[in-house]
């Protein structure tokens, strides 16, 4: 079965680093295009970035363009997500969702269950 | 960048009722809308895509529809376990969703 596994969360100073990791199973990893959301506690969702298949293509949203990067190692069926110049504003539950069908255009159905980033001093 | 906007932010309803959420685009987005389920400390679930297609698994009680920038997500009859937040995300250009609904026992 499908499965996504997150780590590398925790509780990090504003300014310092950390690196995220998803862990994929259960299907072909490296012919999906993958996303990483993020959740604010008590708020909704919102979208962080995406890498295609191949990690060609990557694609980040404003608020984080510049701070993090988004990478996958397909031999390892493992997606990455680089945290820099953490601000506390970031805080939150970082999920790794799969896209579904060819690119992205249909939505995510399969979610890890998230990695919790604090940014605190 | 594309902003949704859903309404409304918060519903009270009652087993049984009709209950229809409404996301509206700044701009056209084609039929590139999904539609999500979050309970309390779980990962959303697709529940529509490409705005009026059941996702798998997927009560059929659940209904989407609409193209553009207006889009609904309908519950034809609502049950226990879907009081929760429901997000709407366009996928037409750089992903983001709507700001949520939540649905609470009336």
């Known amino acids: 079965q499908v499965q996504l596994v997150e780590s590398g969360g925790g509780v990090v100073q504003p300014g310092r680093s950390l690196r995220l990791s998803c862990a994929a199973s259960?299907?072909?990893?490296?012919?999906?295009?993958m996303h990483w959301v993020r959740q604010a506690p008590g708020k909704g969702l919102e979208w962080v970035a995406l890498i295609s298949y191949d990690g060609d293509k990557k694609y980040y949203a404003d608020s984080v363009k510049g701070r993090f990067t988004i990478s996958r190692d397909n031999s390892k069926n493992t997606l990455y997500l680089q945290l820099n110049s953490l601000r506390p504003e970031d805080t939150a539950m970082f999920y790794c969702?799969?896209?579904?069908?060819?690119?992205?255009?249909?939505?995510?159905?399969?979610w890890g269950q998230g990695t919790l980033v604090t940014v605190s001093s | 960048d594309i902003q949704l906007t859903q309404s409304p932010s918060f519903l009270s309803a009652s087993v049984g009722d009709r209950v229809t959420i409404t996301c509206r685009a700044s701009?056209?987005?084609?039929?590139?809308l999904a539609w999500y389920q979050q309970k309390p400390g779980k990962a959303p679930k697709l529940l529509i895509y490409?705005?009026?297609t059941l996702q798998s698994g997927v009560p059929s009680r659940f209904s989407g529809s609409g193209s553009g920038t207006e889009f609904t997500l309908t519950i034809s009859s609502l049950q226990p376990e879907d009081f929760a937040t429901y997000y709407c995300q366009q996928l037409n250009s750089y992903p983001s969703f709507g700001g949520g609904t939540k649905v609470e026992i009336k």
């Open positions: 969702a799969r896209a579904m069908g060819g690119g992205y255009f249909y939505g995510s159905d399969y």
């Open positions: 701009q056209g987005i084609s039929s590139y």
């Open positions: 490409a705005a009026s």
């Open positions: 259960g299907f072909t990893f490296g012919t999906y295009t």
